[in-house]
């Protein structure tokens, strides 16, 4: 055996092994299994319309554990915020993470987001849905922003999960493109 042909194969049954083994990655094990509502994760259009409703109402708290229900236990939650280049940085949460840092807010604050413009996008059992969503803090309330929440979801052949949500609020340097918004806005 060639002192190449040795490497290689050290590599490729211990070493490769070892480091993979060693990736910290979240153990979705760790995150609680909530049965969801099958109401909620019937269809693409339940399951976005369910997760806008657990983050909307009056200051208190909300009902995380419909929240834990509508995510896969290995998603994400990404918000994103301007960076000084001139693009955005985005926030990579699991869901647990995005319960703690918004509950506080939550508790004190009345906040209401609501879906104003779809567009969805299926194939099989995937979907990806860019959501254009208003908020305000007051139900009815004047729009206090909007954005769009890009969601990702998948089929398990039981129900939809959501895989990710990664959003970006709109701002006078990132203006929301007409294809994304109601007709006549």
Same mark, same amino acid.
């Given at each position: =055996? ?10 490729? &049954? ?8 060693? #990736?910290?990655?979240? /153990?979705?094990?760790?995150?609680? =299994?909530?049965?969801?509502? %099958? ?18 109402? %009056?200051?208190?708290?909300?009902? *995380? /554990? ?7 236990? /290995? ?7 301007? !960076?000084?280049? @001139? @693009?955005?940085? %985005?926030?990579? $949460? ?9 509950? $506080?807010? &939550? /508790?004190? !604050? ?10 969805? #996008?299926? &194939? ?10 208003? +908020?305000?803090?007051?139900?009815? @309330? ?9 969601? #990702?979801?998948?089929?398990? @052949?039981?129900? *939809? ?5 990664? +959003?970006? #609020?709109?701002?006078?340097? !990132?203006?929301?493109?007409?294809? &994304? ?5």
């Amino acid at each position: =055996m060639t002192s190449l042909v040795r490497v290689v194969a050290l590599f490729a &049954f211990i070493i490769w092994p070892i480091a993979v083994s060693a #990736q910290v990655v979240p /153990d979705a094990a760790e995150t609680e =299994m909530i049965p969801a509502d %099958p109401a909620d994760v019937s269809s693409i259009d339940a399951i976005i319309t369910a997760s806008y409703d657990v983050i909307s109402g %009056p200051a208190g708290p909300r009902d *995380w /554990d419909r929240e834990r229900s509508l995510f896969h236990p /290995d998603s994400r939650h990404i918000p994103t915020s301007p !960076n000084p280049s @001139g @693009g955005s940085t %985005p926030h990579v $949460q699991h869901v647990e993470d995005f319960i703690e840092r918004s509950s $506080q807010f &939550f /508790d004190s !604050n009345g906040f209401y987001e609501y879906e104003i413009a779809r567009e969805t #996008q299926r &194939f099989g059992d995937i979907a990806h849905v860019f959501s254009t969503y208003a +908020w305000s803090r007051e139900k009815d @309330g004047p729009v206090g922003g909007r954005g769009i929440n890009s969601f #990702q979801l998948v089929y398990d @052949g039981t129900r *939809w999960w959501i895989l990710s949500v990664f +959003w970006s #609020q709109e701002s006078e340097t !990132n203006p929301i493109p007409a294809e &994304f918004l109601p007709s006549g806005n």
